[in-house]
């Protein structure tokens, strides 16, 4: 008997093991960084449940935006047609509800565009979940906060019902374009009545949150690179053509955004299956050289 219940045990136990392999990895991003005590605590928030790892935090203060890195494992059992389970979902609703009260968007400013106090989250498979399981996932996550906290909630990428690329979905709302200065993102961007149907959440948004973009794809690698000049129209140029859209690296997307009083920085999601950020680090030097620029080590 003893026996029977010690194989019970390690056949749990070897289940669990099996079922924890299946990693998911959410970038989350937010619409802060100046106000220490609000960064501080979302983070602690996203380190109270031992299942769930903030694996990092990235701060930019001329961006006034936050990056938290986070990682749980996530399981799926298709057949008993169960809802899928990760802490990290309720972890994540937290954190969020934690931002918006704390965070008003029409008192925020920085260098970065964004549409909402939770810009962008973006779902990756990592270890043996799969692509499906992110996406599964990401839009849980985007019926808890459409539903839920009534804030407008666009999908994008394999969470999208036709891979929509995200580039796509920002372009149709404008997110481009600064409404402050030419070089700055300042207040509620949106209208109040959006332009696109969002796919889950409220058509109308709210001035004190705005919206978000919850996507799902591989996990992709940032790099920025400074380049030394305030001479944004022609550092966009440069920028276009690091990427596809210019005869650039196909699977490198970048933004030129000023940051600091002598920078203006190209930042950069790359694909490292296909571009390295040497290769994106030179070709940015070339370019930048051709037009009489200085250069520093991205990163």
């Known amino acids: ?58 701060e930019d203060d001329h961006y006034n935006r936050v990056r938290y890195t986070l990682a749980s494992y996530i399981i799926n059992d298709s057949a008993t047609g169960k809802e899928a389970f990760s802490p990290m979902r309720r972890v994540l ?23 909402g106090v939770i810009d962008d989250m973006s779902f990756h498979p990592l270890n043996q979940a799969t692509m499906e399981e992110a996406a599964q996932l990401a839009k ?38 600064p409404n402050d200065m030419g070089i700055q993102w300042t207040g509620q961007v949106l209208p109040d009545m959006l332009p696109m149907k969002p796919d889950e959440g409220p058509d109308h948004v709210s001035g004190e949150r705005g919206a978000i973009m ?58 490292p299956d296909h571009v390295s950020t040497d290769q994106v680090q030179r070709l940015v030097e070339q370019i930048a050289a051709e037009q009489g620029l200085e250069v520093d080590k991205g990163g």
């Not at 619409?31 to 220490?36: K, L, V, Y």
């Not at 940051?259 to 190209?266: A, F, L, N, P, S």
């Open 1 to 58: 008997m003893e026996e029977h219940k010690h194989t019970d045990k390690e056949k749990a136990k070897a289940k669990l093991t099996m079922m924890k392999s299946k990693v998911i990895c959410c970038k989350l991003y937010i619409s802060e960084s100046q106000n220490a005590k609000v960064v501080d605590a979302i983070s602690r928030v996203g380190q109270k449940d031992p299942e769930v790892v903030l694996l990092s935090k990235f």
């Open 93 to 115: 609703l937290e954190m969020i509800e934690v931002a918006f009260s704390s965070i008003n968007l029409e008192l925020h400013t920085g260098t970065h565009p964004r549409i």
């Open 140 to 177: 849980m996550v985007a019926s808890d906060i459409g539903n839920c906290l009534q804030v407008p909630v666009f999908l994008y990428g394999v969470a999208h019902p036709t891979s929509k690329p995200v580039t796509a979905v920002r372009r149709e709302l404008g997110y481009y374009r």
């Open 214 to 271: 919850i996507g799902a794809g591989p996990l992709p690698l940032s790099y920025n690179v400074p380049v030394l000049s305030k001479d944004i129209p022609t550092v966009r140029r440069i920028t276009r053509r690091v990427t596809g859209r210019g005869g650039g690296f196909p699977t490198v997307q970048a933004l030129a955004l000023s940051h600091g009083d002598d920078c203006t920085e190209i930042a950069c999601f790359i694909d």
